[in-house]
């Protein structure tokens, strides 16, 4: 077969780099395209954020993922990939708020029960007079803080969202950008609570006018040995067509010649290895990828690529004598030292011994501080904290164990939006380069959004 001239025509070898369920399924469509693909993982598991652990004989995933049916295709896709490796369960998602647990997301009569009275009528006031100045006098949020008090009124917003959003980014809604509230916080608007409160006097609107209540209301997958089974069967259906998934390696260099990607340069079992490719696809955080680049890249977008930043998330999993501690998948926890907590046993997570069951407990955290080490005092607050929600007793706590990534959320930090403009616009020049996913496109997707930005940066590459 003749090697095609490069920047023209279909891609033969395509190289991937970083194997979350973007990465994979990208590489899936691409496999199946008839391409040539090279998985690059820098962990010793496949799957990125969704990946899990097994200790001591119990998986432990990174956080809590599951499976939704929004895009139908990509549902289809892996069900028949996993098949009976898939179990499938009603959501029951909960946020501890007020005297008591509420359904998540919050429905009307759960915002009405949360609330004392004062404090509600206030909030009501707050956002029908916040509705009226937006007619009279709309203006464009400068930050997340005028953002949240533009959706919601200033009483909710202290109410609600002011100290949670602090405690669980580490900065001030005041230092987040408004971009931040359209991407990543739930609706709560005055309209949303007027079109609940229609709701539960029988007046709903017409099936499928909006997709907000198939949030509370959805079914879930998951399977007997956590997150992990989804990217492990993306990549066994890569290897199957004869691509390579390739675990603790990690990339050196992105090597580049007239503003195409002609190799990946990867350190792998103490050696470098130099893998020639067509194209290059990047699901690895934007700011690696920025700085492998070689040449290297300007040095303005170096410096913006040094500013984007990620908040580090710890995922504490403890091994609890007991079962269905918690009647739901997660819960939500708006003052204590985690913001949610997970029992997966509850999606269908097969747990050893007997009378045993598993807690994700999830907290953001900052490099380097005793979150993030697994200190004493973290692990003394988590049990504590625990206890005092009446999940479980310390006592019950058979062992904790300590999974964390530095790369668990973008933070959307006032001023990003520039710095994000002129590293993509920098990466844009190389036509065989594309870089997406929740950390390759610093943005906020769940597993099925992930596998779709893949699709869409594989078809591109396809076409270039």
Not at 211 to 224: D, Q
């Amino acid at each position: 077969m003749t090697r095609p001239v490069p920047g023209r025509g279909r891609p033969e070898h395509v190289t991937v780099l970083g194997a979350g369920v973007a990465g994979l399924y990208a590489g899936l469509t691409l496999a199946r395209s008839g391409v040539l693909v090279t998985v690059l993982e820098v962990e010793d598991d496949v799957g990125g954020l969704a990946a899990g652990r097994l200790i001591d004989g119990n998986y432990y995933d990174l956080g809590v993922h599951h499976l939704h049916e929004f895009d139908r295709a990509i549902y289809e896709d892996v069900r028949d990939l996993m098949g009976e490796r898939m179990t499938s369960v009603p959501k029951a998602a909960k946020i501890r708020y007020g005297r008591g647990y509420r359904r998540y997301p919050l429905e009307f009569v759960d915002l009405l029960l949360g609330i004392p009275p004062w404090t509600l009528l206030s909030a009501l006031t707050g956002m029908a007079f916040q509705q009226l100045r937006n007619k009279v006098a709309p203006f464009e949020a400068a930050n997340a803080e005028e953002a949240l008090v533009q959706l919601y009124g200033a009483p909710l917003y202290r109410h609600f969202f002011r100290d949670f959003t602090q405690r669980y980014w580490g900065l001030p809604p005041a230092r987040l950008s408004a971009a931040f509230v359209r991407r990543k916080m739930p609706r709560l608007s005055a309209v949303d609570v007027l079109r609940k409160a229609l709701g539960a006097l029988g007046l709903r609107e017409a099936e499928g006018a909006a997709v907000e209540s198939a949030l509370a209301h959805e079914t879930l997958h998951f399977s007997p040995t956590g997150s992990r089974e989804l990217p492990m069967a993306l990549a066994a259906a890569i290897r199957d067509r004869g691509g390579t998934v390739l675990t603790a390696s990690r990339v050196v260099a992105v090597e580049t010649v007239r503003n195409r990607v002609v190799a990946v340069r990867v350190a792998r079992n103490g050696d470098e290895q130099r893998l020639a490719c067509d194209a290059c696809l990047s699901t690895i955080p934007l700011p690696d990828l920025v700085r492998a680049l070689q040449p290297p890249a300007p040095e303005s977008v170096l410096e913006a690529a040094g500013r984007l930043r990620y908040r580090p998330l710890a995922v504490y999993g403890l091994l609890v004598r007991g079962e269905r501690l918690l009647d739901a998948h997660y819960v939500y926890y708006r003052d204590r030292v985690f913001h949610r907590v997970a029992e997966p046993a509850n999606s269908g997570l097969v747990v050893r011994p007997p009378g045993h069951t598993v807690l994700l407990v999830e907290l953001t955290c900052d490099l380097g501080d005793d979150r993030w080490h697994g200190g004493s005092d973290t692990r003394r607050r988590i049990v504590a904290d625990l206890e005092a929600e009446g999940v479980l007793r310390a006592d019950d706590v058979a062992q904790m164990h300590l999974l964390r990534t530095p790369y668990g959320y973008p933070v959307f930090e006032l001023g990003f939006e520039p710095l994000h403009a002129a590293i993509v616009a920098h990466l844009g020049v190389f036509g065989n380069l594309r870089s997406t996913g929740r950390q390759g496109g610093f943005t906020y997707p769940n597993m099925h959004e992930a596998m779709r930005m893949g699709v869409g940066a594989a078809q591109e590459l396809l076409q270039s």
